[in-house]
């Protein structure tokens, strides 16, 4: 694996080995990046999770962290993004991990750029690294994926995490359902009655309203959002036995999920946020370990170390 950008280029086998090194990170296993590789981060969207996890993250597999500040940056200036990662490239930079706003805005690294790219999340495209901490916090709860039913509760439509669990969790033998708006469901079948999968769902996946991302702002109040869609404490208790309840948050209180809800025994979304270090540690191996084998790193020949 050269780079992270999409779930639909993984394998089922490659999806499971970087599970099992997350499990094998949480059970303490230290990581097997046998030089010291150097990260920075790209984000030119807000991030407090996903920033934060995968700075952890690389620290803890031994890699340095330069700083790089979107908002400060020669971006601001007209710089593409093709020139700003060459240009960290040959600074030394090994990896890089970009949030940006453009669907696919990593097809104009594909050809030129050596360095590894990571996608923290591309416009309404996808979030590779959020999903396989999802697939993480759900092979953990239920030791498979094979007949479960998940339902994504949402803005599916504008949802990169909707879209990137869709594709894992299908392949991966779940039975994946979603629950919107009627104008929100996208490509996909979807239903629009909380009646249809609130009883037989192993896991609900809550979404974010992605405000950002609608040219149109919805006619919908947050209490009529909630009523409708949300998960209220009285259908909290119709759920399954064993059923959990998740969200990649931000989390709107009260909107997506009853505010008493966040923390209930159900409840995974911070659980999910602990696991992203382990997950993004095992991605972070994979990638950089894969270039060992194949390619000097730059910041040895630059540095000359
Ligand atoms: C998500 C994202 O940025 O796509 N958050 C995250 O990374 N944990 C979901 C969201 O913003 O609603």
Known sequence: MKNLLSMEHLTNEEILYILD???AF???EPSQLTKTYHVANLFFEPS???KTSFEMAERQVGCTVIPFDAGFSSALKGETMYDTVKTLEMIGIDAVVIRAKEDEYYNELLEGINCAVINAGDGAGQHPSQCLLDLYTIRKEFGTFEGLNITIVGDISHSRVAKS???ALKKLGAN???LCPKDWKGDFEAVHSWEEVLEDSDVIMLLRIQHERHAISKNFSKDSYHDEFGLTAAREKRMKQG???MHP???????EIADELVECERSRIFTQVRNGVYARMAILETILKGREQTWQSHTSKILNV
């Open 21 to 23: 090194r997350a499990q």
């Open 26 to 28: 949480e059970q303490g």
């Open 48 to 50: 407090t999770r996903t």
């Open 165 to 167: 669990n869709a594709t």
């Open 176 to 178: 994946v359902r979603f």
């Open 243 to 245: 059923a959990i309840i």
């Open 249 to 255: 948050a931000p989390v709107n209180r009260d909107v």
